[in-house]
């Protein structure tokens, strides 16, 4: 058991030896590539506006790219270059101009007075009445006003005017493209709900477009287009839209209306990676971030035109550090096929690319603080008057008196999780405050109860795959016919027709903060319990230890082991109080550092520790070897000496062998007799 403990520790000390060695060459070779784009900077005597702009990201307030880019500015408008101003050069540099702190407030406007409605896309209204029952609603538009009649099938029939007609499957009206810029009044004699719908062709994946407005009956709800592009010689043009809409979120926190038109094309622009933006501007683990994953190559890097170490850095500008390392990317760059050159930069000493690997990459900002680069990065580059106390510029937030984020005392500007479209959660300040932390938010983005799904259009959303198909439905892909919670599946009979109400059960339907105290059955409008609805205890392990739930714990607070009746919030405890599980934690931390340090002591002592061992198992002995060999070992061979253990030490003995034992021959018989008589003769 000793020795397995033993071989366990030293293992435990190489592995974190091994690991502190690693770190230790990476921060080398990223503090070289530093060096190296600086030098290249230096030595260029004509650097481009692209490559300024992205130096600039990389390192923050270069004199030399600072210069380029300013010398490049259009002399009467704020757009780049000054030749002939493009978005995607513009929105670049507005990147790069956040980057450093600079005001990007013209920038911003300039971009934003380039977009339009976007085109390529088909869209449709949508109406749903109350409890899917036939009614006849108006739509007015242009001051004309039209009426359409719904049947039991949910069908729609009329005719909608030069703006409006029925699809072919008679559930949509569809818009006509002369007619995206209109808003759309509907009133219906019952209550209904609204949105609009759009692919990018026929028999297209199908969007909802914006959120869902909802009536009483002959009231009203407006619906107009909100897609947006950026527009070049009057069409909307997809890669200046990309980087004009990533500048825009980049600086205001704001994916604006972009987003449908991203995404609706995304496949027939592959080129440009969009995936890599719109995973980063919408911070969704959706089929993008599937793409980015999967269509990486096998040495660790990504490639959809020309240039792969480009298309890699936007990869890992969409990636968390733990997906960059985790997908081989790290060990390609620093030393796989796609390593650095002698000097320290990427791809033959591209300044670009090696700039772009720096800025996007996991180590970006984290070798010294200054990513390496000599102290030339402002510690907030997003916004030059963030932690001053007041919300100003292009802020949304202030990290309080104690200039840190995601703390309690977060000034969020009235903000919440559910004003942001969550379902609920703690809302906090991000570093830079130019953006909030909605980590702790609970539910989807945008998140809204009414909205009408795909799959409730034709289908139903049962509560799981069991009730559907004891139904006798069938399952439908929830890719193509999502319901509006995870925990439900698109069927395609109402597994809930058949079901009896809860109270024609004689039960009841208990609430959120409830628990049945009896049996529960199935029942049309949810579990129905057979028993009593008594509310949930508050008595919980936390509570009993002292501690307080929370989602995020303060300052003088730390984390316990100790459970939640929220499984979404942690146990907090006064750092001061008792001790509890946390305190046991806390000393098996402190036992496995000294257990780390005596590792290390038994690698640097370990020639003294040798000895030990051997003299607490009783197989070392220490003989004086004496200076007169013992009667008869004349001719004998010695034993050959083992090593020392330690210096001034006496030879040893060999460990556990028997004493050979000398065997006289006859030839030495004879030579003993010979040197008897050789020895009387010279008397």
Known sequence: MKKELCFALIII???????????????????????CLKDRITETTSLSLEESVFSVLALGNNNKAVKKIEEMKSSSEACWPKSGCTIKETAQVALAYDRIGKNTNDLTKWLL??????????????IITEDNKPDTCDVSYDGGTYTFAIGEDMKLKGVGGNCLSVDSKGYWLRISNNCVNKEFV???DKGFKTNLLYTKGAGGTIYVSSETHGAAAKGTTTEKIGAQCFLVGGSCDYES????ATAVYAITGETGDFIPYLKSLASEYEKY?????????????????????????????WQFGADKYFDTSLAML????????????????????GKQTEKGCWNSDNIRDTAFILYSGSWVMAVDGNGGTGGDVPDNPSSATCNNGEIESNEVCECGDDEECGNADDDLDDENCTSLGFESGDLFCKDGCTNFDKGDCAGEENYNPNTITACELDNYCVSGIFDCRDAGGNILPDDTYPCETWDKVCCTVDAAANLEMCSDLDGSVCGFDEECSGSAVEAADGTCCKGVCAAVSEENECANSGGTCKTVCGNDEESSSYSCLDSGKICCASSGGTTTS????????????????????????RN?????WFKFRGNARSQRIGGGAPPGSLGRMMPRPIPRFGFGQPPRAPIGRAPVRQVSSAKDKEMEETMKKLKKMSE
């Open 13 to 35: 000390g190489l592995i974190i030896f091994s690991g502190i060695v690693i770190a230790e060459e990476e921060t080398a070779q990223i503090d070289k590539a530093y060096g």
């Open 113 to 126: 007075s380039k977009n339009g409605t976007a085109s390529g896309l088909i869209w449709f209204l949508q």
């Open 608 to 612: 003294k520790l040798r000895v030990w």
């Open 318 to 337: 969409a990636l968390s550090d733990t997906d960059i390392r985790s997908q081989g990317t790290v060990d390609y760059l620093l030393t796989g096929a």
């Open 273 to 301: 990676f969009p995936s890599a933006f719109l995973v980063y501007m919408t911070q969704e683990s959706d089929e993008h971030y599937q793409y980015i994953i999967e269509n990486k190559n096998r040495g660790g890097y």
């Open 241 to 244: 839209t990309l980087w004009a």
């Open 186 to 188: 509907v009133s219906c």
């Open 582 to 605: 946390e305190g046991i934690s806390k000393w098996w931390i402190i036992i496995l550092i000294i257990l780390i340090l005596l590792v290390l002591a038994a690698i640097i002592f």
